[in-house]
């Protein structure tokens, strides 16, 4: 599981906000554009992209996206 | 049971647990009703209501040692089961061919898978209809192809659709499709079957706390069930609350009624 690409699909789910501006840094949960459907695609992202199941725990215990890159690439 | 003795000539008597009067029309004595989907759930809670209201039961599931325990529990004499698979045409052939001539069916068997539209599969969205839809249209057809539903006798079929074939629910589009199928199918089938006096009706629970809902819930954050939980006036449903209205439905006590979605959501769709 690649984390570059972990980045970059991550960053796809968005429709508005621009993708240089998303890093593993960046408190996903801060940006203007974060919803429950956003939530849902990052789901689904993981699930066929690298075959991980995330859950509610996962999105909510994960402050930034390098945060829920290494809770669930461990598994 | 217990016995009171008042002062004058009336005597109370108590009957343990449940019991219904065999005369009422709620009561489901003497009949006998096959539940898909009886080892978990709204199922298993069907098989209870209806022993309870003093019918039987064939229950029909994948899982034997689920269905094997819901024998245990409701006894010998009030519940059987057959094994089976019904997303799979060679077990609806066995199971229709097993079965003798009952008074109803329900149909309480069903999957979720979340995605959203842009990652959906053909894969994935045949599996949800087959599980979901096909298996109850298929088990039907065979079912009444080999009259194994008793005629002129206001028999009754209840189907276990959802409130999510009238909401649109984010992510929820396979489901949603199936229940939606569901409760098209079942006005037609209702139509077909009408002149035989056997009733189709559709029933559409919102939230239910089951096995099913947690693997939903388990995807969503606590803010956002607690979210949810308060939109309902009445909280989430039990599997009893359904069980319930469709012991009603299988009863005469519900013989005018075919044709019908009922939908069981504590408040949740229409009192803002």
Redesign the interface.
């Known amino acids: 599981m690649d984390k570059d690409a972990f980045l970059k699909s991550f960053a796809d789910q968005f429709d508005d906000t621009d993708p240089a501006s998303i890093t593993l840094d960046t408190k996903f949960k801060e940006l203007e554009e974060w919803s429950s459907m956003v939530a849902l695609m990052i789901i689904a992202m993981a699930d066929e992209n690298y075959n991980k199941k995330i859950t509610g725990a996962d999105l909510r215990e994960s402050g930034t996206i390098g945060q829920l890159y290494e809770r669930i690439s461990s598994r | 049971m217990h016995e009171f003795s008042g002062n004058g000539n009336i005597t109370l008597i108590i009957q343990d647990g449940f019991h219904m009067d065999q005369s009422s029309p709620f009561s489901l004595s003497g009949k006998i009703f096959v539940v898909a989907g009886a080892s978990s759930g709204i199922g298993l809670a069907i098989c209870h209501s209806i022993v309870k209201a003093g019918g039987k039961v064939i229950g029909l599931a994948r899982r034997e040692e689920r269905l094997q325990a819901m024998v245990n529990e409701l006894g010998k004499e009030n519940a059987s089961y057959i094994k089976a698979d019904l997303s799979k045409d060679e077990d609806i052939t066995h199971v229709v061919d097993q079965i003798p001539e009952v008074n109803g069916y329900v149909h309480a068997t069903g999957i979720i898978k979340?995605?959203?539209l842009?990652?959906l599969k053909r894969e994935t969205l045949e599996e949800i209809m087959n599980v979901n839809y096909f298996s109850m249209v298929l088990t039907l057809a065979e079912m009444t192809k080999k009259k194994k539903i008793k005629k002129q006798a206001y028999s009754s079929i209840v189907l276990i659709s959802s409130i999510n074939a009238l909401v649109g629910s984010?992510?929820n589009l396979m489901y949603a499709g199936s229940k939606g199928a569901m409760s098209s199918a079942s006005r037609v089938i209702a139509n077909e079957l009408a002149g035989q006096k056997i009733r189709v009706n559709t029933i559409k629970p919102a939230m239910v706390d089951t096995d099913l809902a947690s693997d939903v819930?388990?995807?969503?954050?606590?803010?956002?069930?607690d979210k949810d939980k308060e939109s309902y006036p009445f909280g989430y449903g039990t599997p009893e609350d359904v069980a319930n209205t469709t012991v009603f439905l299988l009863s005469d006590a519900s013989k005018w009624i075919t044709g019908q979605s009922f939908i069981l959501d504590g408040g949740w769709l229409n009192l803002v």
């Open positions: 979340l995605s959203p842009k990652f984010k992510s819930q388990d995807l969503l954050s606590k803010e956002t069930i």
